[in-house]
């Protein structure tokens, strides 16, 4: 028996599931997630001795791969000051800067601790300054784990209901009547946005989106549709939120919102922005920031919020995400996706990305819309996987998740990779 058997028994027993979060488990793909001891770079050793390629690099946040030197000797300086004062220090200043330099529809920022209370406090504050209940979402978006927004959601609630997550609400424990207030669309339909906006006109709050969808496989907003929502939004009074937990800080130096040439009303980071540290924030107009307690009435709070080393380790990580590391990544991405194309199209899959995201779908063409991804064949997902982790290069466990690249790949790694992801398809498609 390995070590990682050995140690997933002795979770099962004490963590349901024996992970601390589902996505991390193997439920969708079959076998069981190897433990994993510690990461150089681009690569992860288990506990086993076995060294995998990373392309979760820990579901978006490690951009840079693993235990970077800069980020390390920034979060080692912080920790031996202190780990948490709940007081204010000169770093979370740093960062506000930061994060308002870069993303330019940001005037304001707080910091939080995690992308699930990044949009949740974001969805209050729409709520609390237009005065209207009801938010939009799209099919096959994630924005966390909070009640309001696990309806028809993506990611691990889609991957563990065998992609069927359109029930209302999307998990036992959500109230009806909170769900209530949670109107969906499916993506990249302008048209049905509108419709919403019209048939509830004045009540609608906000429309929360990824830019980019990264949690039913990477899917890009149709030209014009981000434009759309963002026209419908200003004639409707709503606001326009943006979830760039995923996209913030990787697509483009100022998020998806730079690469689109759009502005949204409120903004949520996590992941890339505290480099693998327990770090988010949401950000936006200053005249609807302002209305965040204690300047206005609308709480929200947190006793961890601008944690000193995980900001460290977020600005850490901003200082050196410069031009030159998205010309890496976009040439990275390229890369594997130029190595792959003929295997894609010849195994009848198809190939998405944008930037240093992108997923294989098991599907002839890329998918643009929920219903669409879940037309995939899941079972040749599932072998691919295996195949894949097998031949040592670690995929997102889920047809409904994106892959994730990172700066410290090399030219080697990156043909390790298309080496490894041409012959699990074939594995694939052996079966
Ligand atoms: N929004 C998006 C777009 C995400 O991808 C995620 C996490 N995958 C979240 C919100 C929630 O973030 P967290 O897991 O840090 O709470």
Redesign the pocket.
């Known amino acids: 028996m390995s070590r990682s058997s050995r140690l997933l028994a002795r979770a099962k027993e004490v963590i349901p599931g024996g992970v601390n ?1 589902p996505v991390r488990a193997f439920k969708a793909v079959g076998g069981d997630p190897p433990f994993i001891a510690r990461g150089e770079g681009s690569e992860m050793i288990d506990v086993d001795g076995h060294r995998y390629i990373d392309l979760i690099a820990s ?2 946040p490690l951009i840079l791969g693993h235990a970077n030197t800069a980020v390390l000797g920034a979060t080692m300086a912080a920790a031996s000051r202190g780990s948490s004062f709940g007081a204010p220090t000169e770093g979370e200043v740093e960062m506000a800067e930061e994060i308002c330099s870069r993303v330019a529809s940001v005037d304001k920022v707080r910091l939080c601790s ?6 949740m406090h974001a969805m209050r504050l729409a709520r609390g300054f237009t005065g209207r209940d009801l938010v939009i979402k799209f099919e096959g ?5 909070h009640d309001a927004m696990l309806v028809k959601a993506g ?1 691990g609630v889609a991957t563990f209901s065998d992609g069927k997550a359109t029930t209302e609400p999307g998990s036992p424990g959500v109230p009806t009547d909170v769900a209530k207030n949670t109107l969906v669309a499916p993506y990249n339909d302008a048209q049905a946005v509108e419709d919403l906006l019209k048939a509830h006109d004045g009540k609608v709050a906000a429309v929360m989106l ?1 830019p980019v969808a ?2 039913m496989g990477c899917i890009a907003p149709a030209p014009g549709y981000l434009d759309a929502l963002r026209a419908l939004c200003t004639k409707h009074g709503a606001l326009l939120i943006f ?1 760039e ?2 996209t913030g800080f990787r697509l483009a130096r100022g998020g998806a919102q730079e690469l689109f040439g759009v502005q949204a009303d409120l903004t ?1 980071m ?2 890339v922005v505290g480099g693998g540290y327990p770090l ?1 924030a949401f950000g936006g107009r200053v005249d609807i920031m302002d209305r965040l307690s204690p300047v206005g009435p609308v709480y929200q709070g947190g006793t961890l919020s601008g944690n000193p080393v995980a900001v460290a380790a977020g600005l850490s990580t901003l200082r050196q995400l410069d031009n030159a590391a998205y010309d890496r990544l976009e040439q990275v991405g390229a890369g594997i996706e130029k190595g792959l194309a003929s295997a894609v199209a010849y195994h009848g899959c198809s190939f998405k990305r944008v930037g240093s995201m992108f997923t294989i779908f098991f599907r002839d063409t890329a998918p643009t819309r929920f219903d669409e991804v879940q037309q995939c064949d899941l079972d040749a997902f599932g072998r691919f996987f295996r195949a894949a982790l097998s031949g040592g290069v670690y995929m997102p466990p889920s047809q409904y998740e994106a892959a994730f690249l990172n700066t410290a790949m090399t030219d080697a790694q990156v043909n390790k990779v298309i080496d490894g992801l041409q012959s699990a398809l074939v594995a694939a498609m052996q079966d």
Do not use: F, I, L, Q
């Open positions: 979060s579901w978006g995690s992308g699930t209370e990044a949009t978006c994630y924005h966390g784990a990611s990824e990264g949690n979830d937990v995923m949520c996590g992941k988010a």
